[in-house]
DNA sequence: CGGATATCTGACTGCGCTGTCATGACTGCG
DNA sequence: CGCAGTCATGACAGCGCAGTCAGATATCCG
């Protein structure tokens, strides 16, 4: 029995109709007072306030969310690694929510693949939120299509599989970031640019990719076989020990700084310098970045800003859901040059 | 009006009730099905279920919470940072509650201090919480004891505050691999070890303080004067700038790998060699700590295991509310040693 | 073979809130 | 002064489930 046996009375904790006796209101009131309505008097929101604060009268947001039909509440599905990007973008996120009265919901995908989403995303329908943020993706998500998902989704970082569903909106995309980190190399005079890719079922490895191909097109580069990683610095030095057997590589893109500080590490080790003999640029900005030898010339990604700028397109639709979404806009572009970077050696 | 106007009757999303008519049994029998509650026979149960897939019906969690008293959810209060060591434990706790049935709601607070975290406490309890994590707070929770909090609450990486209150357990510690770094520095022939530590006013950076203290003692080392840090690379190279000028300076124990990373690269700047003249030891094992140069020896946190071993006596402490709370267990001591460790120099 | 027990099912109710509507009191204005 | 409009409040119903209890069968045992 989980109920409370109306015993004690003053042990249970207090409902909106105990905060109504004490302050001489209805239940109603109440409620208006806490929900901020209009029509309530100056003298009877004070008692009502009073009350509640003597009693310590906190909302049951269960039945608040049965009899309005609304959660105040947004779900996140993302993937359930530590990387540095997923886990920042989803501080962002977080960030972003927290002053907007709703509340977070978050659900991890092992894989991020469609089924794994689909699965985190209905379980979030299940618990009932209002929109939904999908982060960083993996593949394509046509499973997804099944789920009648009847609440606003934002996808971050990939195109949205919801898009012929309902009201929609999506976000991210880092083209800008990645063309200035590919230009950034070609302008210190390098003949091309390398590129260490991350796995390519990810939507941001796939994006960077294009993105690397479109500048090193636009400069009429020639366009070197692609090195694949797994965003890990093991397969980044994995990545490098193959890297350094070519002496035409003098300049690497990696798809983010991780694997970049392995391929430095397997190019110092095997006697090419970094600047000197290759330069490197990463991909994110990571903490250490400007610590490690040398200090890592890369992008910087503006989680916070992607996240405010999604989150702000979702409560739209969410509040307006008769509205056209809201545009998105670029985010940004940070390139951080630092000591990994130099014109191509003499031959 | 957010309620269903009953126009189309199919448009609208299913509820028990609908399942209950196409499968020719009552609402009630729906919810024992879906609860797995005994005394259904097989053939209603597969009815039911077969009818509740053709239906997409998805259970409304606000009215099952209302219901029952019981969110089946449990609440994480983290700080909102990226930093390795809290994301990667929020990680842990998803992956932990995952297969639980139980869902993860998640507030940061953005200081950590006592009134961030009881208010965000606060918010976890309105939303409807059945067990509260409280991942690495910072500096001790006085004011946490106003808060009624009704619910079980686990508190990692930091003493209790709410140990008078109600079932709770607690949980973390890190004592025994602080006392592995630095006794792996003082097995190695150093004399002794100086410590970069982190905020005094985070619990971790207390704990791994307070363990070094003890190592030092234990060994009959002195104990030299502390250096704080900020968690950060760059408050690790600031402190290597001036561990850099004192000479007798020969091994140090750091609280996070980022800042043992500032830490080397200032001693590098400086001409002091790591390991040959100063040996530095991390903290958290973070995705590239192997591949820095020199790749860094530190101690891995088993976040994944605290995680676990906590939640698993969190829903203890949830579904068995008289019984005694689980005793917290030792994790995993984990020392990676690397190159950047080596004897102190003769002299 | 009768009563005790185990198994299965449904009617009814209520969780604590918000939506709707009704009711007064008060204002302004011709 | 009377009627419309604004403001302020309460009564009541119902959101979609799970808890309780009662009733109907089936099973068991002496």
Tied chains: 1, 2.
Excluded: C
């Excluded at 109440?30 to 901020?36: D, E």
């Amino acid at each position: 029995m989980t109920r409370q046996t109306g015993r004690g009375a003053a042990s249970s904790t207090p409902r909106s109709v105990d905060v109504a006796r004490l302050a001489g209101v209805s239940q109603k009131t109440v409620s208006r007072v806490l929900n901020g309505e209009r029509y309530v008097s100056e003298d009877v929101r004070r008692r009502v306030l009073q009350a509640a604060e003597d009693l310590g009268y906190r909302m049951n947001n269960a039945a608040r969310a049965l009899a309005s039909g609304r959660t105040r509440s947004i779900g996140v599905v993302t993937l359930g690694t530590a990387l540095y990007g997923p886990a920042s973008l989803l501080m962002g996120i977080e960030r972003a929510v927290r002053d907007t009265g709703y509340a977070l919901r978050v659900v991890n995908t092992v894989e991020g693949d469609p089924a794994g989403v689909a699965g985190a995303v209905g379980s979030l329908l299940e618990q009932g939120v209002d929109g939904i943020v999908v982060s960083e993706p993996i593949d394509e998500g046509t499973s997804m299509a099944e789920l009648s998902v009847d609440v606003p989704v934002l996808v971050i970082g990939a195109p949205s599989p919801f898009a012929t569903a309902h009201p929609v909106t999506s976000g991210g995309g880092a083209d800008l970031l990645t063309r200035a980190a590919t230009q950034h190399l070609l302008d210190l005079g390098h003949l091309t640019v390398h590129h260490l890719s991350g796995p390519p079922r990810w939507f941001a490895a796939r994006d960077r990719l294009a993105a690397w191909r479109a500048a090193l097109a636009a400069h009429g580069a020639s366009e070197p076989p692609v090195v694949e990683g797994d965003w890990s610095a093991a397969s980044g030095y994995a990545a490098g020990r193959r890297l350094a057997a070519d002496p035409s590589v003098t300049a690497v893109f990696a798809a983010n700084d991780d694997m970049a500080i392995g391929l430095i590490r397997a190019l110092a080790e095997a006697g090419r310098r970094v600047p000197d003999d290759v330069s490197v640029v990463g991909f994110d900005d990571i903490p250490v970045a400007a610590y490690v030898t040398p200090p890592l010339t890369t992008v910087r990604q503006p989680f916070d800003a992607v996240a405010q700028e999604g989150l702000k397109r979702l409560l739209h639709a969410i509040e307006n859901p008769d509205a056209d979404p809201l545009p998105p806009s670029d985010p940004p572009v940070d390139l951080v040059v630092r000591s990994s970077t130099a014109p191509p050696p003499h031959r």
